[in-house]
């Protein structure tokens, strides 16, 4: 492993949605820990901030595609729980194949083929 510190990666726009509702796949969790997942799981590449990380709970309850209630954290503090519903799981699912495609194309593109590499 590298002692250098990885380089942040900033969040294309539109991809926080699918970040927060792929880390509820799992279950429910709140706020600070969702943040945390993700960060840890990006290693360290990707830091959601508390500014745009609760904007974006609160549009995906709106949307209906989490839900949300209060109960005790580890530490017993109050605290608040969102989980993926079966609506959410669908959009998860439908998202992340398109965002797979675009992935797959963006790789081929980036990627020279070796005739261009030579």
Known sequence: ?????????????????????????????????????????????LQVETGSLYPALHRLEAKGWIGASWALSDKGKRAKYYRLTQVGRKYLIAEQSKWDAFSRAMSLILKPSEEEAQ
């Open 1 to 45: 492993m590298s002692s250098k510190q990885p380089t942040r990666v900033e969040l294309l726009q539109g991809t926080l949605d699918l970040l927060i509702l792929r880390t509820l796949l799992a279950g429910p969790s709140h706020g600070h820990s969702i943040a945390k997942h993700i960060q840890r799981t990006s290693e360290d590449l």
